[in-house]
């Protein structure tokens, strides 16, 4: 059974950190695109970060390039989303992601991926 785990969301003010974390479960980890969306309220989910553990591609939406970096995390089966320089615009739940393929053109399509975590929030406050 594949499973996704998040973890590491919270409060924080503007211009801090956060790292969030996602630990898959119950299929080959390496073959499996990675994502990160995240859904404000009243909005669309949105793909903010996507990873391929295969060769270690990454692709990021434009709104956080240069602040967020997508990562292999301490452990196989983890991938991290380091995000600096966070912005108030920046609060919503976070959401994991994974396709049973590699990652595409069409990495920020919630539609492309096949499993989801429960996600973690993230408020941003001035």
């Known amino acids: 059974q594949v499973q996704l785990v998040e973890s590491g969301g919270g409060s924080v003010q503007a211009g801090g950190s956060l790292r969030l974390s996602c630990a898959a479960s119950g299929y080959t980890y390496s073959n499996n695109c990675m994502g990160w969306f995240r859904q404000a309220p009243g909005k669309e989910r949105e793909g903010v970060a996507a990873?391929?553990?295969?060769?270690?591609?990454?692709y990021y939406a434009d709104s956080v390039k240069g602040r967020f970096t997508i990562s292999q995390g301490n452990a196989e089966n983890t991938v991290w989303l380091q995000m600096n320089s966070l912005k108030l615009e920046d609060t919503a739940m976070y959401y994991c992601a994974s396709d049973d393929l590699w990652c595409s053109g069409s990495w920020s399509l919630p539609s492309s991926y096949d499993y989801w975590g429960q996600g973690t929030q993230v408020t941003v406050s001035s």
């Open positions: 990873f391929y553990p295969g060769d270690g591609t990454t």
